[in-house]
């Protein structure tokens, strides 16, 4: 995970264990959400709009 190996923070959360979040995101995972802003990215992405994303 070349982002993370370049000092990104990431958080894995399983949503199988929340019914409100398995409801929100069963067909968009894997969703990327930016902490600082709670802006989502949603699948499907390449590395390049992950990459704009995280500016």
């Known amino acids: 995970m070349p982002f993370v190996e370049n000092g990104l923070l990431v958080e894995l959360l399983d ?4 019914p ?3 409801e929100r995101y069963a067909l968009i995972i894997p969703v990327l ?5 709670g802006a989502e990215l949603h699948w499907p992405f390449e590395a390049s709009q992950v990459a704009a994303f995280l500016q």
């Open 33 to 37: 959400r930016r902490m600082d802003t």
């Open 15 to 18: 949503i199988a264990d929340e």
């Open 20 to 22: 409100g979040l398995m």
